[in-house]
């Protein structure tokens, strides 16, 4: 992968990666992260040393026992370990995982608890959340009428956010496209955090 620098500073979005034959939209692609990816995360922070490993030649994620699959994509957005209380507590109302969001899903996320705890002074209000927000769940398009994977939530990105028309949250300036986002998962270890539940 090895994006390159742009002239702000920040990563464009990962390209499209080879689409494997029978992939469906939603499904991940095959990691196309190479070692320097993940170590320019750690250098920014935003992942622990020696605490990951990229994928070896499996199509789809197979954690080992205690592992978790992180998406970069997710990361430059703002997720990081561990996760906030609300995104956890987000998780289990939807019964979802980190890689049923999309990236920018991620972004809002993120600015949304930062708007809740550093500018209003309290915990994010799932009230106010979704007073800003609606959730909307994309179904794998059918192939075949006969296939048992139709009308089905996506595997990648089948729970997007949008802000409701009228919403006065800040606008927020997001890339114009993610494509290939599915491609762009690695391994991190599931480490306890101290006084977290």
């Known amino acids: 992968m090895a994006p390159k620098k742009s002239s702000k500073g ?21 990691s196309s992260l190479k070692a320097r990816d ?28 205690g592992e978790r ?10 997720f990081s370990l561990p996760p906030h209380p609300f995104f956890r507590k987000f998780l289990n109302y939807f019964g979802a995982q980190l890689h049923h969001f999309p990236p920018n899903a991620i972004a809002y996320l993120a600015a949304f608890v930062s708007l809740c ?19 909307r769940s994309q179904a794998v398009k059918k192939v075949k009428s006969s296939d048992d994977r139709t009308n089905v939530i996506q595997l990648c990105g089948g729970l997007g956010l ?17 494509r290939g986002w599915q ?8 480490v306890a955090s101290p006084n977290v539940s």
């Not at 750690?42 to 197979?62: C, F, I, N, T, Y």
């Not at 949008?162 to 993610?178: A, I, M, N, W, Y």
């Open 38 to 65: 993940v170590e320019d995360l750690v250098v920014d922070g935003l992942v622990a040393k020696d605490s990951w490993r990229l994928p070896g030649s499996e199509a789809e994620p197979q954690p080992r026992e």
């Open 162 to 178: 949008q802000k409701r028309k009228g919403s006065e949250f800040p606008s927020l300036t997001l890339p114009e496209s993610v």
């Open 69 to 78: 699959v992180l998406l970069t994509t997710h990361v430059e957005r703002g």
């Open 183 to 190: 491609s762009t998962w690695f391994y991190c270890n599931d």
């Open 10 to 30: 920040k990563r464009p979005s990962t390209a499209r990666a080879a689409v494997p034959p029978g992939w469906m939209q939603g499904d991940f692609l095959p």
């Open 117 to 135: 705890e550093c500018f209003l002074g309290c915990p994010p209000h799932w009230g106010l959340f979704k007073h800003i927000f609606t959730i």
